[in-house]
């Protein structure tokens, strides 16, 4: 799968940087050209003789060796490799990749590079909090740029918390991933929706739900990645919105969910509702805010239509239609009575009663249920694995 597959490393002044040996190793060995580049920084951390030693090729620091009098073209490498890989990318590298800065050999790469980029920081978990940093991998995020996000754990200051540089054997799961997938989904189109709706009460109140929206923002970007035509579907969110390759189109009402992706049902090869999507609305919207009065006020509400009800109707084929069913009890029961009633081909199970999964969560515990009543439970993990691991099991059903 890495066979002859030309991969960039960058690695960066952090003390993770004395986990890149193995993760080299783990790439040569299966048949990848490596070429590690690494800031004057990093050079503290790891030795470039190990790290020549594995990749069978001179690390690289600066663009000219004045022992050999050689000059190594920075355009020319960044247009050699297949993947960039930024590992451990710190705060000040992150920094300067979001602003263009090019005042080391690898930004200068990083900056001729036309592959997919991925990124791994590693720094302490202020500085990985810190909004300076959050806002430049953000930047680097609407790049299309992969972020490789920090686990939580140890860190070497004594702290404890999210700053910590992925596993290298995990670094190499998702370059392996990543050239496995490929473009899979070349040619097909996919309907996501995804966060809350709000259902307006007068012009300043609603009611709405908790969802960060981030299950289906992640799913978009698996499947654009994966070579897919993205429609986004999403409710009013927090999180960053801009991604690169996926056409969103912003709802508020479940009524405005309804119609767009209704609009765009017919030409879905796939479509993954994750949204969710408020059952009932205000009867009535009032025109001007509501004025404190009584001590009770009591609101009617009128059922929403189910979107997801209204596609299986319509659902033809060859289109391939899955449902999120976020369940507090009865969870399997529930999960299989809306697959069916709804016409689903595949539905997949949240429960509630999984700590770290749900709603406005980093993570997510789900269980996927085909038509046929298999079922396949999943550990908790990122939600970027979770679009993963969904992906997939859509992949291995509609071949
Ligand atoms: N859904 C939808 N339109 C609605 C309500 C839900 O398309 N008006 C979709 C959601 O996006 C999700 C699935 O239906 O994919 C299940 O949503 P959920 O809220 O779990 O189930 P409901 O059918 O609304 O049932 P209940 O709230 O009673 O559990």
């Given amino acids: 799968m890495l066979n002859g597959k030309k991969i960039l490393i960058g690695i960066t002044g952090s003390i993770a940087a004395y986990k890149i040996p193995l993760l080299v190793r783990l790439l040569i060995k299966q048949g990848a050209e490596v070429q590690v580049v690494m800031t004057p920084a990093a050079h503290d951390f790891v030795t470039a003789l190990t790290l020549s030693t594995l990749s069978n090729k001179p690390v690289l620091t600066d663009a000219f060796d004045p022992e050999t009098g050689q000059w190594d073209s920075h355009v020319a490498l960044g247009l050699w490799a297949d993947l960039m890989l930024m590992a451990p990318a710190t705060a000040n590298t992150l920094a300067k990749m979001a602003h263009g800065i090019a005042d080391n050999y690898l930004l200068t790469v990083y900056l001729s590079a036309r592959c997919p980029v991925f ?3 590693a720094m302490d978990l202020d500085m990985y909090k810190h909004p300076a940093t959050q806002q430049n991998i953000r930047e680097l995020q609407q790049r299309s740029h992969q972020l490789i996000a920090p686990a939580s754990g140890e860190l070497a200051s004594g702290l404890c918390g999210e700053g910590r540089m992925e ?3 995990m670094l190499f799961e998702i370059i392996k991933a990543h050239f496995k997938n490929g473009k899979r989904f070349a040619g097909k189109k996919v309907l996501i929706s995804a966060g809350p709706t709000y259902e307006a009460i007068d012009p300043v109140r609603f009611i709405g739900n908790h969802s960060s929206g981030r299950m289906g923002i992640e799913l978009a970007k698996t499947f654009a990645s994966q070579g897919a035509k993205v429609i986004l579907v999403l409710g009013p969110v927090e999180l960053d919105t801009k991604l690169g390759n996926v056409e969103i189109v912003p709802v508020t009402s479940a009524a405005e969910m309804y119609d767009s992706c209704m609009a765009f049902f017919a030409e879905a090869d796939i479509t993954v509702m994750s949204a969710a999507v408020a ?5 009535q919207q009032a025109d001007s805010k509501i004025k404190k009065k009584d001590e009770t006020l009591t609101l009617s509400l009128v059922k929403n239509k189910d979107i997801l009800a209204a596609m299986g109707q319509q659902k033809r084929a060859d289109q391939f239609l899955v449902g999120f069913a976020l369940e507090t009890d ?10 069916h009633t709804k016409k689903l081909d595949l539905i997949v199970l949240n429960s509630l009663a999984d700590e770290g999964a749900g709603f406005g969560k980093y993570t997510n515990k789900v ?3 085909d038509k046929a009543g298999e079922k396949t439970a999943f550990d908790l993990k990122p939600k970027r694995e979770v679009a993963a691991d969904l992906a997939d099991a859509i992949f291995s059903k509609i071949v």
């Fill in 279 to 283: 059952d009932y609305r205000p009867e």
């Fill in 119 to 121: 990124f791994a920081p």
């Fill in 330 to 339: 009865h969870e399997i029961e529930n999960a299989v009575k809306k697959l």
């Fill in 367 to 369: 269980t996927l249920i």
């Fill in 167 to 169: 596993e290298p054997e």
